[in-house]
T-cell receptor, first 114, second 113 residues
Framework: SQQGEEDPQALSIQEGENATMNCSYK?????LQWYRQNSGRGLVHLIL?????REKHSGRLRVTLDTSKKSSSLLITASRAADTASYFC??????????????FGTGTRLKVLA | GAGVSQSPRYKVTKRGQDVALRCDPI?????LYWYRQALGQGPEFLTY????????KSGLPNDRFSAERPEGSISTLTIQRTEQRDSAMYRC???????????FGPGTRLTVL
């Protein structure tokens, strides 16, 4: 299964509401990143949170990280139609060789209705 | 400044042909990553480099796939004897280091007929 698994797979909300997406992972990590992708276009980096951080903010975005539960959440407040996209988490997963490589989850498809 | 660029943006080829996909990372970025993304899925790790050294190629599907970054800057992903199942979006990303933010290029859409 995926190192990073987001849930829900799909989320539909009204403009102005908050959207929360979750990501779970399996191995030790150095950091976790959230990305946005509009309709199969490019991936846009949103936030990087390091393993020794618990929460980060960027504008309307808030990311939390709980390394004991191996999970992260992305909260988008006061959502807008333009936030409609797929959101992915990526973790740098520790490999048996001792190196790290980035693993992406399958994503949450967010639809914000105007 | 300039972001990550990839070329070609679209490539259509016939089964059995070799293709070379190019990635030009952000200047000064040490780490360079290759991913493959199927429609509706997240990017799938293929390989990555620090400078010119290939650090991990465990994601390359088979020995028809290879990548190089000879001078620690531009990288080429080569697929030999392409098959229809190789059709996908191939994405490149670069970062200041392996532990830093990755910046993605626009991708190369490969279609194997």
């Amino acid at each position: 299964s995926q190192q990073g698994e987001e849930d829900p797979q799909a989320l539909s909300i009204q403009e102005g509401e908050n959207a929360t997406m979750n990501c779970s992972y399996k191995t030790s990590i150095n950091n976790l990143q959230w990305y946005r992708q509009n309709s199969g276009r490019g991936l846009v980096h949103l936030i990087l949170i390091r393993s020794n951080e618990r929460e980060k903010h960027s504008g309307r975005l808030r990311v939390t990280l709980d390394t004991s539960k191996k999970s992260s959440s992305l909260l988008i407040t006061a959502s807008r139609a333009a936030d409609t996209a797929s959101y992915f988490c990526a973790t740098d997963a520790l490999q048996a060789s001792g190196t790290y490589k980035y693993i992406f989850g399958t994503g949450t498809r967010l639809k914000v209705l105007a | 400044g300039a972001g990550v660029s990839q070329s070609p943006r679209y490539k259509v080829t016939k089964r059995g042909q070799d293709v070379a996909l190019r990635c030009d990372p952000i200047s000064g970025h040490v780490s360079l990553y290759w991913y493959r993304q199927a429609l509706g899925q997240g990017p799938e790790f293929l390989t990555y480099f620090n400078y010119e050294a290939q650090q991990d190629k465990s994601g390359l599907p088979n020995d028809r796939f290879s990548a190089e970054r000879p001078e620690g800057s531009i990288s080429t992903l080569t697929i030999q004897r392409t098959e229809q199942r190789d059709s996908a979006m191939y994405r490149c990303a670069s970062g200041l280091s392996a532990a830093d933010t990755q910046y993605f290029g626009p991708g190369t859409r490969l279609t194997v007929l």
